[in-house]
């Protein structure tokens, strides 16, 4: 047997096996970012919300354009808000309240070079945040124009958003 062969029956024996039920370390070592995805969610349940952030963020950072980037997005924006409630007052040099804010930031702004505006994703991030949180989307938006073509706003009361909304895209 010629090693093309071989080569092309391994990869349809991988192909259905990761398709069994089992074989998730399998499918862990075929689809990296879906195994962080698995963790991570995992790590939620056992509420061990850092290893699960840590999980999430590795997604982004090491596969920034796949689809499970955009799906850990609004368990990780979750995670953050926890993080950023909790330690804004008591710890305001912790990473929830110094980088984790702009990491956030640039990766929701990624999401908003598609073609549609991700709704659940700025709810995810913005409601219930400070109102000031948002100025920090807005500066970025100055930054890189790319980013205001949705002509995004908030609505708060008292200072904490309530919603978050996109107007047309402007092309």
């Given at each position: 047997m010629r090693a093309s062969s071989r080569f092309a029956i391994v990869c349809l024996a991988l192909a259905w096996l990761t398709g069994l039920p089992g074989c998730a370390a399998l499918r862990g070592l075929m689809n990296p970012p879906g195994r962080l995805l698995e963790q991570a969610r995992t790590a939620v349940?056992?509420?061990?919300?850092?290893a699960a952030y840590r999980d999430l963020a590795s997604i982004r950072k090491r596969y920034p354009d796949s689809a499970e980037s955009r799906e850990a997005f609004p368990l990780a924006a979750a995670?953050?808000?926890?993080?950023?409630?909790?330690?804004r007052y008591?710890?305001?040099?912790?990473h929830w309240v110094t980088t984790e804010p702009g990491f956030l930031l640039d990766w929701f702004a990624s999401l908003l070079s598609g073609p549609?505006?991700?709704?659940?994703e700025a709810e995810a991030l913005f409601v219930g945040m400070p109102y000031g949180y948002?100025?920090?989307?807005?500066?970025?938006?100055?930054?890189?124009?790319?980013?205001s073509r949705w002509g995004v706003r908030a609505a708060d009361d008292n200072g904490i958003i309530e919603s978050v909304a996109a107007g047309s895209p402007s092309p």
């Open positions: 349940e056992q509420k061990d919300l850092e995670i953050f808000q926890n993080g950023y409630f909790r330690d008591q710890q305001p040099d912790s549609e505006f991700p709704q659940a948002f100025r920090e989307l807005l500066a970025l938006a100055e930054a890189r124009p790319e980013l």
